[in-house]
């Protein structure tokens, strides 16, 4: 018998995601007293704990984690993670609370996310649409080469949103935004081609960053307070502050975005951060 048509999808329930993967973005801050009152035997315990739990390489770890030393007087430790198991995830926070170091490294904000394909990326036919709206002629070997690279390109970029490896660059830059609801700039009231074009005019304005800037775009509407979570790596810090300084006069970000705290960090093997903090 076929099933109706309303019908969930006949996949069995589950808390892993299947294409995209689970992000957790954690600062922490170093409670001072607590530190002080370990003995240098359980100081040295908590380190090795710690430099264990975080290390990408140790077998369980999660697919991705990133360890940075924080600017923000908020929190002194970053960490990125990403698994497509939340509980992969999740032993990390847990197995920090668990540690000798369980009161001394105290969470002062997290933001919690997914990766995603945009529903703004285009196929390689809207990009083709594109060029001939624009004025290239099919004919134009232009216009073949750009789609040829595009159809190339496409899969590599995909794979970057859903299963993104770290950039190697030194300073990382998190924010959450959304995208406003106000009654004369309502992001959810514009058609899907109004957004789309907005989108196409952010991206044109963001591909002039390339080879400075590294951006991930993580979903959180149902997940967190803000609909997604911006995390920018930066091979210098200048082009940090630039691109969200340029962007700001995207009409995607000028009229309908809105944000919250940023942490700018400073990423360092986990080792390395720990001493950087004083541990
Ligand atoms: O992913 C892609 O490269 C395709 C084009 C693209 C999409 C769909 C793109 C490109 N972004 C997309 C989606 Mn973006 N982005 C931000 C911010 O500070 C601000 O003003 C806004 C924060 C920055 C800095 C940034 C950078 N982008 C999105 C979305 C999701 C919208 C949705 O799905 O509804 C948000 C919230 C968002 C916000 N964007 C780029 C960049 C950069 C640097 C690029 C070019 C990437 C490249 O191709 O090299």
Redesign the pocket.
Known sequence: MQRPQHAPPATPPTIKMTEGWHCLHLYLRVNQKEWQQLADYQRAEGLEQLTQLLDPNREGAPKRIQTSVVSRHEADLGLMVLDPDPLVINGIRQGIRASRFGSVLVPAYSFVSITEL????PSVEQYAARLKREGTDPSDPAFQAKTAAYEQRLPM?NQQ?LQPDFPPFPISCFYP?N?IRHPNANWYQLSFSE?ADL?AE??TS??K??GR?S?L?TASTGFDDWE?G?T?WGRAPEHIKE??YT??F?RA?ARY?E?GPFYLSYIMSPADALKELRL
Do not use: P, T
């Open positions: 945009s529903e703004y990326v970029m949103r935004m995208k957004r989108m952010h991206a963001g591909i960053f390339a800037v951006q775009i997604w911006v920018l691109i969200v962007m700001r995207d970000s975005a944000f």
